[in-house]
């Protein structure tokens, strides 16, 4: 049944099938992110799939209904070329999901895919598996038509393979569980080998968590250590167990003093395997909110998975001054951070005065906003802990450079950018919006509304839309949070004609193009929410 005697019958079933596995790869491009930034969880891809106002499956629905229908018309149309009327409709099909990975690329995904060697891995396994179905149900339908017979199904013999894109999802997922028979077992023996040489390391690690903030202060943090200490982070926002071995194994632990570690946590238990790996010396909790309640359930889970840190902290821990006393009944020596005061903030900055064991000196960095100050607080505790001086510090404060995509500040023909692209907390938003007030000119906001609050989403989304009544223009973006803000703007006292909502974040730049002017500042608030 699967290799048929004449040579041209099988070289077609093999031609139509390897074209299908690579255009089912291709239009499987952008939902491969998402299950990558799903930490590869088809328990959580499906989540996005299903997610109320995601239109994934609506469009591969779309899809497939246009394929059918064009494919049974022009099949029918060319049906005096006999059996070649089959593979002229297949072209149509292939043009239409030609079309279809192109406007699909289009949407803007919270996270992008990112080509590590497991998303390629995994995209190898992915491109196989489409193979063998599609070459398993063309060869399944050829012969068929070999038993059969009848002209008519020979010129459509081809119409249930359009259907296909339909299985795109659940062949992402199968191909997922094949790949994790390598990935896991793989896995474990990176992050145990990282694990092995902290074990063996006098290197002193900081390790940073919280519900926001994270990064930010992992990176000022950085860049004020540098200045003494050779120091070695994890990149980016890289705060999963393979983040942090990825840059321990890829390091030689000698050549350093200090590892600044970011934790990041979706569920009780995530920061204890984390310090399991890389037990700190000081903590740092930048903060607590409701950010991630979609998976953590309740906010006392994101406070006691947050204090899994405190927990495994050697040392002392630096916590927040505003969520201090939600971690009162931990052992280990804690410091409230206090050590800012008197913060002032203008467009080119902020100004405040660092205080240390009755010393003070004032200093102003280029970052915007007060919670840029009081990221530098926690920062500064952190360092002070390790052995640096308050005027070390204090020289350090003005060189810390602009952290991408975080309140950065983009001059760009005139207009102000503040890029704040990977913000989704509900405190940065309004200190976000805040900076944004500070500057001269129009002041624009394009956003999608905030993700991942759980039940606090709607409300959130709301309170948000009320905060940016009396800016200029309001620019939505997408279709999942954006009728919360809008309802939120216009209760709030926004004018309507002011707001508006674009389904992708390409149509809302191209209509910033035709509302930019010299002298305006527009904030890009949040990431998209297209992601679980």
């Given at each position: 049944?699967?290799?048929?005697?004449?040579?041209?019958?099988?070289?077609?079933?093999?031609?139509?099938?390897?074209?299908?596995?690579?255009?089912?790869?291709?239009a499987a491009y952008k939902p491969m992110g998402v299950l990558q930034s799903a930490g590869y969880?088809?328990?959580?891809?499906?989540?996005?799939?299903?997610?109320?106002?995601?239109?994934?499956?609506?469009?591969?629905?779309?899809?497939?209904?246009?394929?059918?229908?064009?494919?049974?018309?022009?099949?029918?149309?060319?049906?005096?070329?006999?059996?070649?009327?089959?593979?002229?409709?297949?072209?149509?099909?292939?043009?239409?999901?030609?079309?279809?990975?192109?406007?699909?690329?289009?949407?803007?995904?919270?996270?992008?895919?990112?080509?590590?060697?497991?998303?390629?891995?995994?995209?190898?396994?992915?491109?196989?598996?489409?193979?063998?179905?599609?070459?398993?149900?063309?060869?399944?339908?050829?012969?068929?038509?070999?038993?059969?017979?009848?002209?008519?199904?020979?010129?459509?013999?081809?119409?249930?393979?359009?259907?296909?894109?339909?299985?795109?999802?659940?062949?992402?997922?199968?191909?997922?569980?094949?790949?994790?028979?390598?990935?896991?077992?793989?896995?474990?023996?990176?992050?145990?080998?990282?694990?092995?040489?902290?074990?063996?390391?006098?290197?002193?690690?900081?390790?940073?968590?919280?519900s926001y903030g994270k990064t930010s202060t992992k990176f000022i943090l950085n860049e004020i250590?540098?200045?003494?200490?050779?120091?070695?982070?994890?990149?980016?926002?890289?705060?999963?167990?393979?983040?942090?071995?990825?840059?321990?194994?890829?390091?030689?632990?000698?050549?350093?003093?200090?590892?600044?570690?970011?934790?990041?946590?979706?569920?009780?238990?995530?920061?204890?395997?984390?310090?399991?790996?890389?037990?700190?010396?000081?903590?740092?909790?930048?903060?607590?909110?409701?950010?991630?309640?979609?998976?953590?359930?309740?906010?006392?889970?994101?406070?006691?998975?947050?204090?899994?840190?405190?927990?495994?902290?050697?040392?002392?821990?630096?916590?927040?001054?505003?969520?201090?006393?939600?971690?009162?009944?931990?052992?280990?020596?804690?410091?409230?951070?206090?050590?800012?005061?008197?913060?002032?903030?203008?467009?080119?900055?902020?100004?405040?005065?660092?205080?240390?064991?009755?010393?003070?000196?004032?200093?102003?960095?280029?970052?915007?906003?007060?919670?840029?100050?009081?990221?530098?607080?926690?920062?500064?505790?952190?360092?002070?802990?390790?052995?640096?001086?308050?005027?070390?510090?204090?020289?350090?404060?003005?060189?810390?450079?602009?952290?991408?995509?975080?309140?950065?500040?983009?001059?760009?023909?005139?207009?102000n950018i503040l890029d704040d692209g990977y913000n989704s907390n509900v405190k940065g938003a309004?200190?976000?919006?805040?900076?944004?007030?500070?500057?001269?000119?129009?002041?624009?906001?394009?956003?999608?509304?905030?993700?991942?609050?759980?039940?606090?989403?709607?409300?959130?989304?709301?309170?948000?839309?009320?905060?940016?009544?009396?800016?200029?223009?309001?620019?939505?973006?997408?279709?999942?949070?954006?009728?919360?803000?809008?309802?939120?703007?216009?209760?709030?006292?926004?004018?309507?004609?002011?707001?508006?909502?674009?389904?992708?974040?390409?149509?809302?730049?191209?209509?910033?193009?035709?509302?930019?002017?010299?002298?305006?500042?527009?904030?890009?608030?949040?990431?998209?929410?297209?992601?679980?």
């Amino acid at each position: 049944m699967f290799i048929f005697v004449s040579v041209p019958k099988t070289v077609e079933c093999i031609a139509v099938a390897v074209t299908l596995a690579v255009m089912l790869s291709l239009a499987a491009y952008k939902p491969m992110g998402v299950l990558q930034s799903a930490g590869y969880s088809g328990a959580k891809f499906f989540k996005w799939v299903k997610k109320k106002g995601n239109m994934a499956m609506q469009r591969l629905l779309l899809l497939c209904l246009a394929c059918s229908v064009a494919y049974a018309a022009s099949s029918l149309c060319f049906s005096f070329a006999g059996e070649w009327a089959a593979i002229v409709g297949m072209i149509f099909v292939v043009i239409l999901l030609t079309v279809y990975c192109i406007s699909d690329g289009k949407i803007a995904l919270r996270s992008e895919v990112t080509h590590t060697p497991r998303l390629n891995r995994l995209y190898a396994v992915l491109f196989l598996v489409f193979a063998l179905f599609s070459y398993l149900a063309v060869t399944f339908l050829n012969f068929a038509d070999e038993v059969w017979g009848n002209a008519i199904f020979s010129y459509l013999r081809y119409l249930p393979v359009t259907l296909m894109p339909l299985a795109i999802f659940p062949l992402m997922a199968f191909a997922n569980v094949l790949a994790k028979i390598y990935e896991v077992p793989h896995n474990a023996k990176f992050v145990k080998r990282a694990k092995a040489k902290l074990k063996n390391s006098d290197i002193k690690i900081i390790a940073v968590t919280g519900s926001y903030g994270k990064t930010s202060t992992k990176f000022i943090l950085n860049e004020i250590l540098s200045r003494k200490f050779r120091t070695l982070t994890t990149p980016r926002s890289h705060n999963t167990p393979i983040g942090i071995a990825l840059a321990v194994n890829n390091a030689q632990l000698e050549d350093y003093d200090v590892f600044i570690a970011e934790m990041g946590a979706r569920h009780v238990g995530d920061i204890a395997e984390l310090c399991e790996i890389c037990p700190p010396d000081v903590s740092l909790i930048t903060g607590i909110c409701g950010q991630h309640l979609e998976t953590f359930g309740t906010f006392s889970n994101v406070v006691k998975a947050k204090g899994e840190i405190l927990e495994a902290t050697k040392d002392r821990a630096v916590i927040a001054d505003d969520c201090f006393d939600l971690f009162a009944d931990y052992a280990c020596e804690k410091v409230r951070c206090g050590c800012v005061s008197d913060v002032e903030c203008f467009e080119d900055g902020t100004q405040f005065t660092l205080m240390f064991d009755g010393q003070s000196r004032r200093v102003k960095t280029k970052l915007l906003g007060a919670h840029s100050a009081y990221n530098i607080a926690l920062a500064a505790e952190a360092a002070y802990a390790v052995g640096m001086g308050l005027d070390e510090i204090a020289e350090a404060v003005p060189e810390i450079g602009y952290i991408e995509h975080r309140l950065q500040l983009i001059k760009s023909g005139g207009v102000n950018i503040l890029d704040d692209g990977y913000n989704s907390n509900v405190k940065g938003a309004r200190a976000a919006i805040e900076a944004l007030k500070l500057f001269g000119g129009r002041k624009i906001v394009v956003t999608p509304g905030l993700v991942e609050l759980g039940v606090l989403e709607e409300e959130e989304n709301f309170t948000l839309g009320k905060s940016l009544a009396g800016l200029d223009f309001v620019i939505l973006v997408g279709e999942t949070l954006v009728l919360p803000v809008k309802r939120g703007y216009t209760e709030g006292g926004g004018d309507e004609q002011r707001i508006m909502i674009k389904p992708t974040l390409a149509a809302a730049q191209e209509e910033l193009k035709k509302i930019l002017r010299d002298g305006d500042t527009v904030l890009f608030l949040n990431d998209l929410p297209d992601v679980v």
